[in-house]
């Protein structure tokens, strides 16, 4: 079993529905991190989180310490948010960042 | 600013070469990490400096290794390149060594041929 699950593994979904990632973990964290990232492979930092939840703009990400789970929702989908959105966890030593093998989204307009 | 800049973006070797893929940070940025993304999965962790030391290492093999200079720069060297070291490496940065936020570079494409 692997450290970090992501489910679903693929989503398509129309343009603004309402869209939930979630990430679950195994081991003890120090962080948790969600990441964007486009076809060509260019990575982006959308969340870092330890406790609660954060928003930016359309994009809201929760973490549940004790459940060991974080999910990551979008609210009024758009083509542009079509991406894969990967979940990673940093060790409660801070020496490792381990990924989700992430989930594919596809928002159609 | 400049954000995180890697060099090469693309390059292709021949099994048994050897490569060495260069990373600047953000100006600032004293931690730098290293990740290894083979087609159609996530990445996975390879180094991370702090400081010019080495602050974690992932599951590879010796055939990896990495250094930081004093500027905060490094270079990910890979000897004896096999197919399976046909990838993207990534390339992050951030302020502190941990919990910070990540700063990815573009990536340099590594094919093995």
């Known amino acids: 079993k692997n450290e970090v699950e992501q489910s679903p593994q693929n989503l398509t979904a129309q343009e603004g529905e309402f869209i939930t990632i979630n990430c679950s973990y195994s081991?003890?964290?120090?962080?948790l991190h969600w990441l964007q990232q486009h076809p060509g492979g260019g990575i982006v930092s959308l969340f870092m989180l330890s406790s609660g939840k954060k928003k930016h703009g359309r994009l809201i990400a929760t973490i549940n310490i004790q459940e060991k789970h974080s999910s990551l929702h979008i609210t009024a989908s758009h083509p542009r948010d079509s991406a894969v959105y990967i979940c990673?966890?940093?060790?409660?030593?801070?020496?490792?960042?381990?990924f989700g093998t992430g989930t594919r989204l596809a928002v159609r307009p | 600013d400049a954000g995180v800049t890697q060099s090469p973006t693309h390059l292709i070797k021949t099994r048994g070469q050897q490569v060495t893929l260069r990373c600047s940070p953000i100006?600032?940025?004293?931690?730098v990490s290293w990740y290894q993304q083979v087609l159609g999965q996530g990445p996975q962790f390879i180094f991370q400096?702090?400081?010019?030391?080495?602050?974690g290492r992932g599951n590879f093999p010796d055939r990896f290794s990495a250094r930081q200079f004093p500027n905060y720069s490094s270079e990910l060297n890979v000897n004896a390149l096999l197919l399976g070291d046909s990838a993207l490496y990534l390339c992050a940065s951030s302020l502190e060594w941990y919990p910070g936020e990540l700063f990815f570079g573009e990536g340099s494409r590594l094919t093995v041929l």
């Open positions: 081991v003890g964290i120090s962080a």
């Open positions: 400096y702090y400081e010019k030391e080495e602050r």
């Open positions: 100006s600032g940025h004293k931690s």
């Open positions: 990673a966890v940093r060790g409660s030593s801070g020496d490792k960042l381990t």
